[in-house]
């Protein structure tokens, strides 16, 4: 749905910039 793919698009970024650090 619309709500996921915002999700992914927010929250994929921001675990990657928290994972490397």
């Known amino acids: 749905s619309q709500v996921v ?3 992914l698009a927010a929250g994929v ?5 928290r994972f490397k650090k």
Do not use: F, H, N, V
């Open 5 to 7: 793919l915002t999700s």
């Open 13 to 17: 970024p921001y675990l990657i910039k």
